[in-house]
Nanobody
Framework: QVQLVESGGGLVQAGGSLRLSCAASRRTVSTLAMGWFRQAPGKEREFVAAISGIGRTTRYADSVRGRFTISRDNTENTVYLQINSLKPEDTAVYYC?????????????WGQGTQVTVSS
């Protein structure tokens, strides 16, 4: 079992930046791929980014590539999502996920989410 706790969300103006954090409860989190998803009101949860256990491989949704950066610090059991050049359409609840691999990232553990609201 892995517990994930997201933080760092908030209200920000368009063009601004945020860094989201996801703290994992398990020390062996370095064996897990971790990722970020988001869900806007009335929409399905969508993949944003993922990173392999040791951080060598990353994946991004086309809609965020170049603006979002996923990273991890396994000494802190934490994964980060740096979000730059925020747009109103980035408004959503952002969820952290962990699984045995990037390809199964939807099928593992989930956090409770953190709200990101971008004002125009």
């Amino acid at each position: 079992q892995v517990q994930l706790v997201e933080s760092g969300g908030g209200l920000v103006q368009a063009g601004g930046s945020l860094r989201l954090s996801c703290a994992a409860s398990r020390r062996t989190v370095s064996t897990l791929a971790m990722g970020w998803f988001r869900q806007a009101p009335g929409k399905e949860r969508e993949f944003v980014a993922a990173i392999s256990g040791i951080g060598r491989t990353t994946r991004y949704a086309d809609s965020v590539r170049g603006r979002f950066t996923i990273s991890r610090d396994n000494t802190e059991n934490t994964v980060y999502l740096q979000i730059n050049s925020l747009k109103p359409e980035d408004t959503a609840v952002y969820y952290c996920a962990a699984s045995s691999s990037i390809s199964t990232i939807r099928e593992g553990f989930w956090g409770q989410g953190t709200q990101v609201t971008v004002s125009s």
